[in-house]
């Protein structure tokens, strides 16, 4: 197996990949902007975006972007988390070049139709309310809120129904320009393709791109205060979480204690 290879940009994005055998390859945008980067009147609107950042760019339709990939067999996806964005594809190596300047296209070119937008807000609130029909999902979201009281970590990546429909054009649009720099994005690949080949079709997508940067605004969260929390649903199954704050990604201790949680 092939080892990784790095390079970083002059604007800050950076780019690892791995050069592996076979026809298919995976490519995906990391943005390191999650629901913990919100400002208190932004809930949820991280997850919006990876919403409505399909529904149209200057030159494409929402159509357009999904038959972008599809149309060479490809599939174009993304999630939130609390502290990152990613969009993602897989598809055939040779439709590098096609997916990169997609990503680009996608995310420095959106326009958030406002009719779309209208229209995705009743699709995350399902979303939304589906979870508090499961709750064995809907456990963790709970859990977090309770490690870390007032801090937007400890907040629901979803938002509340309330939040989500109180969400406008111009707020996306603020929250995108705020946090989706090139120095906070990493092109993370696997597939047959020479390096220096890659490094070129990124450069062309995303070498002209401005590096400035804003800083995050993270705080990390206070030492947990012990606490419990009892709910009373109408199911069939118990559900229990049991936990605490633990060992950041410095730390070597994480490896020790991955283990102990296998064991």
């Known amino acids: 197996m092939s080892m990784y290879q790095t390079h970083i940009l002059k604007n800050g994005l950076k780019v690892i990949h791995q050069q592996v055998d076979g026809k298919a390859a995976w490519c995906g945008l990391i943005i390191g902007v999650g629901s ?19 529904k149209g760019t200057e030159k494409r339709k929402a159509f357009h972007i999904l038959s972008r990939i599809e149309d060479v067999g490809g599939e174009l996806n993304a999630y939130t988390t609390k502290e990152d964005t990613c969009i993602y594809a ?9 997916a990169l300047e997609l990503f680009a296209d996608i995310v420095f070119h959106s326009v958030f139709p406002e009719k779309e937008i209208e229209k995705e807000k009743e699709v995350v609130i399902d979303e939304i309310n589906s979870y508090k029909d499961s709750p064995g999902e809907l456990i963790f979201d709970d859990f977090e809120e309770l490690i870390y009281p007032d801090y937007p970590i400890g907040r629901n990546i979803l938002g509340s129904e309330k939040a989500v429909k109180g969400l406008r054009r111009d707020d996306i649009i603020d929250f995108v320009k705020r946090n989706y720099r090139p120095g906070r994005m990493v092109i993370s690949s696997v597939g047959d393709i020479d390096f220096s080949k890659l490094i070129r079709f990124v450069e062309k997508y995303f070498g002209g791109l401005s590096g400035e940067t804003v800083p995050f605004g993270r705080h990390c969260p206070e030492i947990y205060i012990p606490q419990q929390k009892e709910v009373v649903k109408g199911t069939f199954q118990n559900y229990c979480i049991l936990g605490n704050i633990a060992y950041d990604y410095r730390e070597e201790k994480r490896l020790l204690l991955s283990v102990l949680v296998d064991i």
Request: proline residues 4%; charged residues 45%; hydrophobic residues 35%.
């Open 36 to 54: 913990r980067d919100e400002r208190p009147e932004e809930e949820g609107i991280a997850h919006f975006i990876e919403h409505v950042i399909f």
């Open 90 to 98: 897989s598809f055939l190596a040779r439709d590098y070049e096609r």
